[in-house]
């Protein structure tokens, strides 16, 4: 059974950190990529990185996300991380852990691809 546990969100100043945590079971990561999304109140869920086991661990960041964020895995531990540094009200909204099978273009984010969820953590950014 596929699953996902995720963790970390909370409420953060502008300008402040937060570190997310993804943990999947119940299959093979190896062949998956493993992203991170975020949907905004009243927005399409958009993509802000990924990390792609099924390419040698490549990342991929959004624009936005860019010099900002950054994608890491513990293997011991089987758990995804996303550090989450400089953030502002933009990055506000509900981040959810998500994989996709060897995704045809990994750097797109494109929710398509992706066909295990997680339930999502609420990450707010307010002062």
């Known amino acids: 059974q596929v699953k996902f546990v995720e963790s970390g969100g909370g409420s953060v100043q502008p300008g402040g950190s937060l570190t997310l945590s993804c943990a999947p079971s119940g299959f093979n990561l190896v062949n998956y990529a493993i992203a991170w999304f975020r949907q905004s109140p009243g927005k399409e869920r958009v993509g802000v990185g990924c990390?792609?086991?099924?390419?040698?661990?490549?990342?991929h960041y959004s624009d936005s996300a860019k010099g900002r964020f950054t994608i890491s895995r513990d293997g011991a531990k089987n758990v995804i991380y996303l550090q989450m540094n400089s953030l502002n009200s933009e990055d506000t909204g509900v981040y959810y852990c998500?994989?996709?099978?060897?995704?045809?273009?990994?750097?797109?984010?494109?929710?398509?691809?992706?066909?295990?969820w997680g339930q999502g953590t609420q990450v707010t950014v307010s002062s």
């Open positions: 998500a994989a996709a099978l060897s995704p045809f273009r990994p750097e797109a984010l494109m929710v398509h691809e992706y066909e295990y």
């Open positions: 990390l792609d086991l099924s390419d040698g661990g490549k990342k």
